[in-house]
């Protein structure tokens, strides 16, 4: 297994950013695809963005194309989140998950704390 220690999230307004990212350690990180997922309060957690483990593909869920991008340095065991034009439905909590694919949660052994993004309006 990977450990995985998410960072990056904080309060924005609505319209602004953040970059969220993921930092991996194990000599194996290249090897899985690399997902995010969030959570919000009384809600299932589901699936936000996925990445090859070379980062030649990329998937995201359509609550989020188009404002949101995936990306991965091998090099430095670390996924990233860039988050752009921020709504109050996106507020939740924002998992990283290390596995072989799909945007089931219970794909995933591995799993980092989660990081917190509130956007107020």
């Known amino acids: 297994q990977v450990q995985l220690v998410e960072s990056g999230g904080g309060l924005v307004q609505a319209g602004g950013s953040l970059r969220l990212s993921c930092a991996a350690s194990g000599r194996t990180f290249s090897s899985y695809v690399m997902v995010w997922f969030r959570q919000a309060p009384g809600k299932e957690r589901e699936f936000v963005a996925a990445?090859?483990?070379?980062?030649?593909?990329?998937y995201y869920a359509d609550s989020v194309k188009g404002r949101v991008t995936i990306s991965r340095d091998n090099a430095k065991n670390t996924v990233y989140l860039e988050m752009n034009s921020l709504k109050p439905e996106d507020t939740a909590v924002y998992y990283c998950?290390?596995?072989?694919?799909?945007?089931?949660?219970?794909?995933?052994?591995?799993w980092g704390q989660g990081t917190q993004v509130t956007v107020s309006s």
């Open positions: 998950a290390a596995g072989t694919g799909g945007s089931n949660p219970s794909r995933y052994n591995s």
């Open positions: 990445i090859s483990w070379n980062g030649g593909s990329t």
